[in-house]
């Protein structure tokens, strides 16, 4: 049987085994005699302090991993139910972004390295210091990280009369001629549609890039005119979730340390939460100079209305997505429904261009960013798992599929490095590109994407399911026990 087709049957059989009779053990510890000062708690730790510490360090890396981008702004209102409503689809966000940290906590490193580098790339950019000199203004990283998060908004309402749908008709013209101007061999890329279709609201965020183009055309007289220490107090990152978050981390590894040395076992979920906790604090040092939970903005003020042309430009100038066609079109169906909206804000799944970016191909240096920063987490994530190399696992088929799935889930990443080279732009190439990017497809999904799937779909259930078989020595508790920690 392949290693994939074995996968397969142990993912759907393990959760419900019953290779040996469920049992409980409650420890019986003697009460201390009257007149005790002092008394030491047990040595003995439970399985579900063990569930509880692990999951309470998950829970806090991935709530103080969100960075996202400032929200959608509503207008004003005085109904309770309308603001309810609006609270519950922008926390849809928020738990998103969380799950997939959870769940696929590589895409926050590859994401928050391709903002850095972007951010510190624009920001070295010559024209743009020269720009910034000239306008007499200050232009620092932290006005790059603000505008590429949908921190500065260019608002046409002084020169555009409330009802006027001159904005959504010239929104719908550039849309049109995209379409036009795109032959058989080029077609129009899904994120250009989606950027024109945030452009049909009196207010836009745009990004650096945008920014400057918008300057350059004459949409704006001069860049945003705010210090960067003024920016840099609009931060509202949670210092104290972070704080804890290290702490338990740092409980955990000391932890992990002593049981070694004491020679005393541990178990699979704290090796796989060591892992993820890896992946946290690398995230922590790539997130550390862009700005978390930013809800305020900065309005610049429009000089005229642009042009179809720069309309499209500035659609070109502006960033790709993730998954750019999922979208494209749920913007598009949800224009009837959030018109409430004074702007769409940089969905955040939006990675910003080193100067532009014109695809999601792999030799684009954002995207290279991405996916080096893939590998990287990803490998490292595998191979912290193979710590648990040798702990007791309720099988040995188990025990070998965990030593399987750990290697493959290091291996893999850094075997994708050679597909990378040849993966065809997603959205410009077609015939002989297309037929091409299937086979490549078709090779990564089957070689690559599905075993490490699988292999990480094992680990999560076989990291839960081997705490009702961990050896008597994995309850002993040390010193490191002792600590104030939150679980």
Known sequence: MS??????????????????????????????????????????????????????????????????NVPARRPPTSSPVRKIWWAIRDSREKVKWMIISILVPELLVGKALNELVGAIWVTCSDQLAQLAEDDGTEWGLAHTYFANIGGFILDFSVVLD???????????????RLAEQAGLDKPPNNYEKTNLLRMKYKKWALTTDQIYLARRKGLIQTLPQISQDSLERLNRGDALVKILAVLQVSWLIIQLLVRKVTRLPSSQLEVAVLAFSAISMLTYFLYWMRPQGVETTWSINASRLPEINEMMRLATTGPTYLWSNHLWFRMR??????????????????????????????????????????????????????????????????????????????????????????????????????????????VFLVGFAVPYVLARIFIMIEMFRSLAFLPPDAFVDTWSGSFPRWG
């Open 333 to 442: 169906g949800e224009g009837s429904q959030d018109d409430d909206r004074e702007l769409v804000p940089l969905p955040n799944e939006s990675l910003v261009g080193f100067g532009g970016l014109h695809s999601l191909s792999i030799r684009e240096p954002p995207v290279l960013c991405l996916v080096f920063g893939l590998i990287i987490s990803g490998t490292l994530f595998g191979g912290i798992h193979c710590l648990a190399w040798n702990f007791d696992f309720p099988t040995p088929t188990e025990a070998w599929l965990w030593k399987a799935s750990s290697i493959s889930t290091t291996v893999l990443p850094i075997l994708t490095i050679p597909f990378t080279y040849f993966w065809p732009d997603p959205d410009r190439e077609i015939g002989m590109g297309l037929q091409r990017g299937f086979l490549l497809d078709l």
């Open 162 to 176: 409330e009802q006027s749908p001159e904005l959504r008709s010239k929104t719908a013209s550039a849309l049109d």
């Open 3 to 68: 290693f994939t087709r074995l996968l397969v049957s142990l993912i759907t059989s393990l959760a419900f085994s019953d290779a040996t009779v469920a049992s409980s053990f409650t420890p019986n510890c003697t009460l201390p005699p009257n007149h005790t000062n002092y008394v030491a708690g047990p040595n003995v730790r439970s399985t579900l302090s063990i569930l509880w510490n692990c999951l309470s360090i998950i829970f806090l890396c991935s709530w103080s991993l969100l960075h996202l």
